[in-house]
């Protein structure tokens, strides 16, 4: 249980710091790569759909709070990443590498594509695309989700055993 916990306290933690190091770069770097999705799809591969949903309903609400839109609507469409991506990876495979490329691809897409639905339907005013930097998202964020869930798993081992 403490080793979850511990697990979980530095994902968040970490997710935070490199959003806030991204934005102190540039802020189109969040528009492009998305580290809570990042977090959330980690969860969901590693400890399945209800720990995808719980760490999606974190993160979200997290970045809700870093936005200026509607509170919940980031926490929701993420929630539904975890869970789903947990759950589907939990009945097809998705541990040979191009299949894990395109599995990742296929989530983050299909996340946007529902943050794009959610933030359409409560918000009257169109959609902020960053001069179109959101629809380069999921690619940017799926090469680098291969940057840093191996780190993340390495950071994850050294922790202790209980």
């Not at 400890?47 to 926490?75: R, T």
Request: aromatic residues 14%; hydrophobic residues 60%.
């Amino acid at each position: 249980m403490l080793k979850h916990f511990l697990k979980i306290s530095i994902a968040i933690i970490s997710s935070v710091v490199l959003f806030k190091v991204l934005t102190e770069i540039s802020p189109a770097f969040v528009t492009v790569f998305s580290v809570f999705n990042l977090l959330v799809l980690y969860f969901a591969l590693e400890e399945g759909e209800i720990y995808g949903a719980v760490m999606g309903s974190a993160a979200g609400l997290i970045q809700d709070s870093f936005s200026i839109g509607i509170f919940g609507i980031a926490g929701l469409s993420k929630t539904i990443l975890g869970f789903l991506a947990g759950y589907i990876s939990r009945r097809i495979n998705v541990v040979p590498f191009v299949r894990r490329v395109v599995f990742i691809f296929v989530m983050l897409l299909s996340e946007v594509i529902l943050w794009m639905l959610l933030y359409s339907a409560f918000i009257s005013e169109g959609i902020y695309t960053a001069k179109g930097l959101l629809f380069l998202q999921p690619v940017c964020t799926t090469a680098l989700a291969f940057v840093v869930f191996p780190l993340f798993k390495k950071l994850t081992k050294a922790l202790p055993k209980r």
